[in-house]
């Protein structure tokens, strides 16, 4: 269920049938990730700077699949940016890149998730102008 502020359709109008789907989800500025059962990521909401991750900067009020080639185990989002991690540990990030929060080394914006180093991590969170991850040990 959802309810609040729904300018930027953050909220979702497409109502979906079953038990049961969801996993977990993340929600940050205008936009929300969510996780289903089957280790699918979905985004929609606001997507100015890319933070929905569907190659483009349209805003969507129904769910968009993201990384469908991977098997997603975590999500999280940061204000206007968002990361997952799939089930060999590595670490994906899209959005507002202008603080580098992304973690990509540049401050590009990304419509698209881009897979940040070689290593594995275990989680990540992220604010208004930074992120931080906690990286596996090797």
């Not at 959005?95 to 998730?113: E, H, V």
């Given at each position: 269920?959802a309810w609040g502020d729904?300018?930027?359709?953050?909220?979702?109008?497409?109502?979906?049938?079953?038990?049961?789907?969801?996993?977990?989800?993340?929600?940050?500025?205008?936009?929300?990730?969510?996780?289903?059962?089957?280790?699918?990521?979905?985004?929609?909401?606001?997507?100015?700077?890319?933070?929905?991750g569907d190659?483009?900067?349209?805003?969507?009020?129904?769910?968009?699949?993201?990384?469908?080639?991977?098997?997603?185990?975590?999500?999280?989002?940061?204000?206007?940016?968002?990361?997952?991690?799939?089930?060999?540990?590595?670490?994906?990030?899209?959005?507002?890149?202008?603080?580098?929060?992304?973690?990509?080394?540049?401050?590009?914006?990304?419509?698209?998730?881009?897979?940040?180093?070689?290593?594995?991590?275990?989680?990540?969170?992220?604010?208004?102008?930074?992120?931080?991850?906690?990286?596996?040990?090797?």
């Amino acid at each position: 269920w959802a309810w609040g502020d729904n300018t930027y359709g953050q909220l979702g109008t497409t109502p979906y049938s079953g038990t049961n789907l969801w996993s977990t989800g993340a929600l940050g500025l205008n936009a929300i990730s969510m996780l289903r059962k089957d280790n699918t990521i979905w985004t929609w909401g606001l997507n100015t700077s890319g933070q929905l991750g569907d190659g483009t900067t349209v805003t969507k009020s129904s769910p968009v699949q993201i990384l469908s080639d991977k098997n997603i185990s975590k999500v999280f989002r940061g204000d206007t940016a968002a990361f997952a991690i799939d089930s060999a540990s590595r670490l994906w990030a899209w959005g507002n890149k202008a603080t580098y929060q992304l973690g990509t080394g540049d401050s590009i914006n990304r419509s698209s998730p881009t897979q940040v180093g070689t290593g594995k991590f275990d989680s990540v969170d992220g604010a208004f102008i930074n992120s931080y991850g906690i990286r596996k040990p090797n």
